[in-house]
RNA sequence: GCCCGGGUAGCUCAGCCGGUAGAGCAGCGCACUCGUAAUGCGCAGGUCAGGAGUUCGAGUCUCCUCCCGGGCUCCA
């Protein structure tokens, strides 16, 4: 018999051949690395029989698919760990995930995992591992699965519910079986598992790894509470989560980029540099800038501020709080009404709320008086404080807070207006997030929330289409978040990448035929009737805080010069040269540029260790032998020793053009584009 | 909101089986006067998150509340 091989040529091999014995031909180090088969599209066991002219590429550990695999795996030796140490337990889903996987249970008597339970179980999965058990492909009908799991209830729910998805007759079961679970069970009316030993027998649709001992360069990273199909009505079970690589050196890596995220983890950064605070008097999710913290803020937004003038925005101002009547009208009161904190019952029991968004009140702007066509696109722009009352569990650091500030803006303009404002707001936004120094995005196209919208299906379906189109000219990869859009109008968001390759959500767009209408909105248009105008809903960073913290991540709290609080400091080699000190501190002063220095208490390079954990952009460093020729030693952040001996008035103009704004950055590149 | 783990000096943390609080860094003072990532000595600093309970005695054990972290759910 002969196989293709991805490159198109053909292999012959004695009939009964396996993707193994295929590997173990094309060359040993190919076997070694080899955990699965790709076979005419479909990834299957390396032990599973080829056929005649079947398509079929080796599956090697160092790629994601490989990867995938042998985390699989590895989180069915975990529950075959966590089985023998907790007689009793019952299993239910454990697939791989971004970088590991995870395996959820319910412990006998409602027991709980601990983090020191960790240990234990590894310390039974390496037993395991050592014994170097095969993983066997079985397959079942339905009835012979339900019988073999018939001590697994959650394995019998999977059974079912892909029984009942593929019409195989169990009564009772869901009519839809999600993606995931059919990932644990196979589908088309059997059921595969995979046995390791007599007693260790797990539903899985596979492919695994031939054998346990393919498996090893692990680590169990966290316990956590996870709902049974994610469904918080359902049954809360104990969920472990690990990390496996294809080499001890992979593990290594990724444990290593684990610690260098977490140095720069904004909650950490934000208390080392001074920049803000959670003060616990205050209450959850609401923070405090400090000093340094503010000035960053005021420098971001003063920019944001100028951008917006030119691009033709104009400035609005509105109170945090209203009398309820104000979120009836919206709508928010019957949709959102959870996330907002609760009313404050006043004289004569009027009920004010704080406001968790913007936009009534820039409506209450739009209809402060009659609107004529020759007035739109009418642009409001507001740095605006809001109120969420986000659960408990969420807040988290600025990312997720209870009291932020928009950068919000308001759109009114007409159907005819529509796409082309929405390119236009939509290439303000990148070049904006580019300023900042941000540079790889991808845009996400959110479509309208069953059962949770208000409006027409040929509204949605309008402003669908147009943010859809104006997406598509981004040049930017497009992705769909289906039913992800707000109650009251589908969004595009943009999904900006930081350093270190994580993605955050900033920027959201947002077309909004419901409230116009509700507010009864119009203009005067060029045939003297009355039309309705379209409202286009924008925030840029999200929330200033937020954005901040983003930053502060991007950055690894080395703001850009133009960013930085603080952008030179001046250390007086010696106390008699703190008169020379005190001039290059005025001439920086004078030139614009944010200044201070430290006199000469403590050691030189005491002084010169703290601006660095400060992450300044500049230290100078002025002594005896600077006077007479005006000159400075200068110490550049992120650079090796000192320039010694330059003339201050040349550093002067070098920083203070670096310092006037953000770099342009003529390569800035998209992530790659797809539709 | 739910599950798990936490909260000890400004920060990072130690504090055993319940016997009355400790280090490093930071701060302040003094000395040192120094050319590029930690000078020395000294001093001060605490309602052990808050409250209640058990106990002769609670940082330590129990309960409640607040706050933080990791997840789940949620994120208009």
Request: overall charge negative; charged content about 25%.
């Amino acid at each position: 018999m002969t196989v293709v091989l991805p490159d198109g040529s053909e292999r012959s091999l004695q009939s009964g051949a396996t993707g193994m014995t295929l590997a173990a031909a094309l060359g040993r180090r190919l076997a070694a690395k080899a955990v699965a088969a790709e076979v005419d599209g479909e990834l299957v066991d390396l032990g599973r029989r080829l056929e005649d002219r079947a398509k079929v590429r080796i599956v090697t550990a160092d790629t994601e698919e490989g990867r995938a695999v042998l985390r699989h795996s590895t989180a069915h030796v975990m529950a075959q760990a966590v089985l023998a140490l907790w007689p009793g337990a019952k299993f239910a889903i454990g697939p791989s995930i971004r970088d590991g996987f995870y395996y959820d249970f319910e412990l006998p008597g409602g027991a709980h995992f601990s983090e020191e339970d960790l240990g234990r179980i590894e310390a039974k999965m390496r037993e395991i591992v050592a014994d170097a058990q095969p993983f066997l492909r079985e397959e079942h009908s339905v009835s012979e699965g339900l019988e073999l799991f018939r001590d697994q209830p959650y394995k019998r729910e999977i059974i079912e519910g892909v029984a009942s998805a593929s019409g195989a007759g169990v009564a009772g079961g869901a009519a839809k079986v999600d993606a995931e679970l059919e990932g644990e069970a196979g589908s088309g009316g059997a059921v595969s598992a995979y046995r390791n030993t007599e007693s260790f027998v797990d539903l899985c649709r596979g492919p695994h790894v031939p054998a346990t001992d393919r498996l090893g360069h692990f680590k169990l990273t966290r316990v956590a509470g996870a709902y049974w199909r994610g469904d918080e009505k359902r049954q809360q079970l104990q969920r472990i989560y690990g990390t496996a690589w294809e080499s001890e050196k992979a593990l290594a890596d990724h444990l290593q980029r684990l610690a260098d995220a977490e140095k720069r983890d904004h909650r950490k950064l934000g208390a080392e540099l001074d920049l803000f605070s959670f003060p616990s008097e205050i209450g959850s999710g609401l923070a405090v800038f400090h000093p340094k913290g503010g000035l960053v803020r005021l420098l971001m937004e003063d920019y944001a501020r100028k951008r917006h003038i030119k691009a033709g925005y104009d400035f609005v101002n509105s109170p945090h709080i209203t009398k309820s009547e104000l979120f009836e009208t919206s709508g928010h009161l019957e949709w959102f009404a959870e996330g907002m904190f609760p009313p404050m019952e006043l004289d004569e029991g009027q009920r004010y709320y704080l406001k968790p968004m913007n936009c009534p009140f820039h409506i209450l702007v739009y209809r402060s008086r009659q609107r004529s066509y020759r007035e739109l696109p009418l642009r409001f722009f507001e740095f605006g404080s809001v109120y969420r009352y986000e659960k408990s569990g969420v807040v988290h650091g600025l990312t997720r807070v209870r009291g932020m500030t928009q950068d919000d803006a308001h759109i009114f303009c007409t159907r005819e207006q529509l796409s082309a404002e929405l390119i236009s707001i939509l290439t303000f936004v990148l070049d904006l997030l580019r300023d900042y120094g941000l540079d790889e995005f991808y845009l996400e196209l959110s479509t309208r929330p069953e059962g949770k919208a208000i409006g027409s299906p040929e509204d949605w379906e309008e402003a669908t289409a147009a943010l859809r189109s104006a997406g598509e000219l981004m040049d930017l990869a497009l992705v769909l978040d289906e039913g992800g859009g707000a109650f009251y109008g589908p969004k595009i968001s943009v999904q900006a990448r930081d350093a270190i390759g994580r993605t955050w959500q900033l920027s959201t767009i947002q077309v909004d035929f419901q409230e116009p209408q509700r507010f009864g909105l119009e203009y005067v248009g060029a045939d003297n009737q009355r039309h309705v105008p379209i409202m286009i809903h924008r925030a840029l960073f999200g929330s200033v805080e937020r954005f901040f913290g983003v930053l502060v991540e991007h950055y690894a709290g080395a703001f850009p010069t133009w960013l930085a609080p603080v952008q030179v400091r001046v250390l007086p080699v010696r106390d008699d040269n703190e008169d020379y000190a005190a001039e290059v501190l005025a001439e920086l002063r004078r030139a614009g540029l944010r200044v201070d220095t430290e006199s000469a208490g403590e050691p030189l390079g005491t002084r010169v260790r703290r601006g660095k954990l400060e992450k300044l952009p500049y230290i100078l460093v002025v002594g005896a032998e600077d006077v007479a020729g005006r000159t400075v030693g200068v110490n550049v952040r992120g650079g090796e020793g000192a320039q010694r001996g330059v003339s201050l008035q040349s550093f002067i103009e070098m920083v203070v053009e670096e310092a006037a704004g953000p770099a342009r950055r003529p390569n800035a590149s998209a992530v790659g584009r797809r539709a």
